[in-house]
């Protein structure tokens, strides 16, 4: 946990890392359980590395290991002057959480997003996270919409 970390493109070979992250976090294992959904994460990675307006990002710490990841994509709205950068994914792992590894992803994020011209970026995160009680967010200059609603509706009937 001492070594320095980089934040570099994600490559298909970083899927098993991406997934273990994904699968130590305790509040996503009703979206991905221990045995299931591996394939459809590793079609959704691959179609986000090479599609366009999309930015998969890594933090790969000296020895190698993945620590955390981000997945960014533009969102173009005829209601705003310019496009809106959607952060849908930004997870470190527990043992680098507070070490400055998710401010190097967003900050890298926010980079990408101006230079494809966007007028603003835009996440969802949950106010029982960790992340959400430490104003991990705030304290970077985001502000949070309390007039907005967030809701979903699916459509394969399983669950939120």
């Given at each position: 946990?001492?070594g320095s970390v980089t934040?570099?493109?994600a490559?298909y070979?970083?899927?098993?890392a ?7 976090v305790?509040w996503?294992?009703?979206v991905?359980?221990a ?6 994460m590793?079609e ?5 590395i090479?599609?366009p307006g999309?930015?998969?990002l ?5 020895g ?7 997945s960014?994509h533009?969102?173009p709205y005829?209601?705003?002057p ?5 952060v849908?994914?930004?997870f470190?792992?527990?043992?680098w959480?507070?070490?400055g590894?998710g401010s190097?992803?967003l900050s890298n ?5 101006a230079q ?9 995160t ?13 304290k970077r ?9 967030n ?6 009937g399983?669950?939120a």
């Amino acid at each position: 946990m001492n070594g320095s970390v980089t934040i570099r493109p994600a490559a298909y070979d970083d899927f098993s890392a991406i997934l273990a992250i994904v699968r130590s976090v305790a509040w996503l294992s009703h979206v991905v359980p221990a045995q299931g959904d591996a394939p459809a994460m590793a079609e959704h990675l691959a179609a986000c590395i090479d599609g366009p307006g999309h930015h998969v990002l890594v933090a790969q710490e000296d020895g190698g290991q993945i620590v955390g990841y981000a997945s960014a994509h533009l969102q173009p709205y005829m209601i705003l002057p310019a496009r809106e950068c959607y952060v849908s994914e930004l997870f470190i792992a527990a043992d680098w959480r507070g070490m400055g590894v998710g401010s190097m992803l967003l900050s890298n994020i926010e980079t990408w997003a101006a230079q494809n011209d966007c007028h603003r970026l835009m996440l969802i995160t949950g106010r029982t996270h960790q992340s959400y009680a430490r104003n991990f967010y705030a304290k970077r200059g985001w502000q949070e919409r309390p007039e907005v609603a967030n809701f979903v509706k699916n459509l394969d009937g399983g669950g939120a």
